[in-house]
């Protein structure tokens, strides 16, 4: 059974920081995802991460996918207010149609 | 808007009312999903369809009853509700092959049970 952990569940932080969100997967998953939500609102899909060693890029975020170590990470450069939001991670379960959700990170950017 | 539109937004119910939430998706694809978003828990997959078929039932209470008239349509019709039944409810659509950007998700349902 595919089970996904985010770290930290809650993060507050300064405008022009940069920080990381994990996420740790058990099993072995086909694709990992990244979605934000802000309140009230639906999941965004952010990134689509593939295979070992992808790397992807959008503005200020920037999504890494290791497989051997079972790692996803979101990293989140010069930090600024628009970026408050809970960040998702997905794992895809292999060999079926369905996604497994992390916790998600509830994140804080404070001017 | 996403391009799966859920209705109505916002739901209040009793205990021993009956009512069901509706997703529609014309983005062409042809697996639809049911997810509960509570406040202390992740997100839950309830219900999929493939092909208006239903192919997961995640151990879902029988007081929930999807339907899928055809691929673009998703029902859940609630009846005898408890307040624990509180949550926010997302339907989801993909390609039947998970296509690379994964689900789109509607805006979700915000159901209150008193």
């Known amino acids: 059974e595919l089970k996904v952990e985010q770290n930290p569940l809650f993060l507050s932080m300064q405008e022009g920081k940069n920080y990381t969100i994990y996420c740790n997967y058990s099993?072995?998953?086909?694709?990992l995802y990244w979605y934000r939500q802000d309140p009230g609102k639906s999941l965004e899909s952010l990134f689509v991460?593939?295979?070992?060693?992808a790397v992807k890029q959008e503005g200020r975020l920037m999504a890494s996918l290791d497989t051997k170590a079972r790692l996803s990470t979101l990293h989140i450069t010069a930090a600024v207010h628009d970026l408050s939001a809970t960040y998702f991670c997905a794992g895809l379960i292999q060999g079926a149609q369905k996604l497994v959700f992390g916790q998600g990170t509830r994140l804080t950017i404070n001017p | 808007e996403t391009g799966v539109t859920q209705t109505p937004r916002h739901l209040v119910m009793g205990m021993t009312n009956k009512k069901s939430l509706k997703c529609e998706q014309h983005?062409?694809?042809?697996?639809m999903y049911w997810y509960k978003q509570s406040a202390k828990k992740p997100l839950e997959l309830m219900f999929v369809?493939?092909?208006?078929?239903?192919?997961e039932n995640n151990s879902v209470p029988s007081r929930f009853s999807p339907e899928c008239p055809n691929s673009s349509h998703l029902f859940l019709h609630l009846h005898t509700l408890q307040p624990e039944d509180s949550a926010l409810y997302l339907c989801?659509?993909?390609?039947?092959?998970?296509?690379?950007?994964?689900?789109?998700f509607g805006s979700g349902t915000r159901l209150t049970v008193v």
């Open positions: 991460l593939l295979s070992n060693g």
């Open positions: 983005l062409g694809h042809n697996a």
């Open positions: 369809y493939n092909f208006k078929e239903q192919t």
């Open positions: 989801a659509s993909s390609q039947d092959s998970l296509s690379l950007y994964g689900y789109t």
């Open positions: 099993t072995t998953s086909d694709r």
